[in-house]
């Protein structure tokens, strides 16, 4: 038995090089499988965009043995819940049952990794694919704000990074995917080699690995893919740019360039986030929505992202507010950050225990602690770290907070967007 700061666990790999992680816990009658794949949207290339996000569909329309929507039907008929999901850094698929209905999760989760391709045929993608495309019709192209969000990590990174493009990829190249690449993606990315398996609940952990062993022993190993990195220093130069869009109010974004996930200074950076932003005790809502009234709304937010960090700062603008004197401000507040001039004790108290509040509070959940250990193991080969993260933010001091203001935060390093009401023709 291994043990994390947290989080107890169990670790093995099967001949096949599918990496498993068992954590018991008895004290309620429901499992936790969680199964992470170590791929999402940055390992697609330009031209060839949303085909990670796309098998997130696909996974749930059957397999060889598995009839479409049959996924949910066989879990919801035992009280189950499932769901997955897709981010720039991987792809992970999920299910809580009752304890004694682990060998229907396993078999399910099995059985698409190990035979989904005899099941997926054209008259299948194209159904997904059409919900996908109005899926970024209506998340992205008809939505206010939509597309200038995505114009912002296009000035956020070169052309050819990974980040540039959307996680829900675009639109021409949803449409112009075809079956073979779609294959040949899925036999790529989507073995056990490139996977880990969770199981975290009530079970005994020698008869779950020999479940897990049963299910998913005899699928095809091979050496796992290759990965590649594509590090990017912070921005030389500032950036900005002001487009127009169907929208009423106007809208200041700005973007940094950060330490990637799982850095002390990526811990830091998020406290500051939290610490600008989150809540109507915070300096930025405060200053720009109560007092001065300049903005309806403001937010941060840090992607939990491996090749570099984002950070993004978002105000609305009021009515009749202009959005230079909201970029001004905000730019104000981060420079006040980054001379600690900000940070008072208060503000940096309120943070933190907001932070591990919440930190807490998920880590009491199953699904949780699983996601935990699939997603330190999957990153950085490292379940250890699980549950390691309320340490982290209670380590954070103020200098570290101003440190990361000063050095990734500055004016010359900001990507700064400004979408405004488009004007009438004339």
Request: glycine content about 6%; some cysteine.
């Amino acid at each position: 038995m291994n043990s994390g700061h947290e989080i107890a666990f169990e670790r093995h790999r099967l001949d096949n090089g599918l990496r498993v992680l068992l954590h018991p816990d008895r004290r309620l009658p429901l499992t936790a499988v969680n199964l992470w794949y170590r791929v999402g949207s940055k390992n697609e290339r330009p031209g060839r965009t949303g085909f990670a996000h796309l098998f997130e569909h696909m996974l749930f329309q059957g397999s060889e043995h598995v009839g479409t929507n049959d996924h949910f039907r066989h879990l919801q008929r035992i009280g189950g819940v499932a769901n997955g999901s897709t981010w720039y850094d991987r792809t992970n698929y999920y299910e809580t049952v009752p304890a004694q209905e682990l060998d229907l999760a396993l078999w399910l989760e099995s059985d698409r990794m190990g035979f989904l391709l005899p099941g997926l045929d054209q008259k299948k993608l194209d159904t997904q694919r059409d919900v996908v495309m109005n899926e970024r019709r209506q998340r992205v192209d008809n939505q206010p704000y939509g597309r200038p969000f995505e114009h912002l990590f296009e000035l956020l990174v070169p052309a050819d990074h990974p980040y540039h493009w959307p996680v829900i990829g675009y639109m021409e190249d949803i449409e112009a995917a075809t079956l073979e690449e779609v294959h040949a993606f899925f036999r790529t990315w989507y073995g056990p080699a490139n996977a880990v398996l969770t199981v975290a609940g009530d079970f005994d952990p020698a008869e779950a690995l020999a479940r897990v062993e049963h299910w998913f022993g005899d699928l095809p190993g091979g050496p796992p893919p290759i990965h590649g990195s594509w590090p990017l220093p912070p921005l030389g130069t500032a950036v900005e740019e002001t487009v127009e869009d169907d929208v009423r109010l106007s809208r200041v974004y700005m973007a940094f360039r950060t330490e990637p996930f799982a850095t002390d200074d990526w811990f830091a950076t998020s406290l500051l986030a939290t610490l600008l932003a989150d809540g109507k005790s915070s300096p930025l809502y405060r200053d720009l929505v109560w007092e001065r009234q300049l903005a309806q709304e403001v937010a941060c937010y840090l992607y939990p992202t491996s090749e570099i960090g984002v950070l993004l700062v978002v105000a609305t603008a009021r009515p009749g507010s202009e959005p230079q004197a909201l970029a001004a401000a905000l730019r104000a507040h981060l420079d006040r950050a980054a001379s600690g001039d900000l940070l008072t004790a208060d503000h940096l108290d309120r943070a933190r225990n907001k932070t591990l509040a919440g930190q807490w509070a998920e880590l009491e959940t199953l699904d949780h602690r699983a996601d935990q250990l699939s997603m330190y193991t999957s990153l950085f080969d490292r379940p250890d770290l699980a549950g390691s993260e309320p340490a982290r933010y209670a380590a954070c001091r103020a200098e570290d907070l101003a440190r990361v203001a000063a050095t990734r935060l500055a004016a010359h390093q900001a990507v700064t967007l400004t979408v405004v009401p488009r004007r009438s023709a004339a």
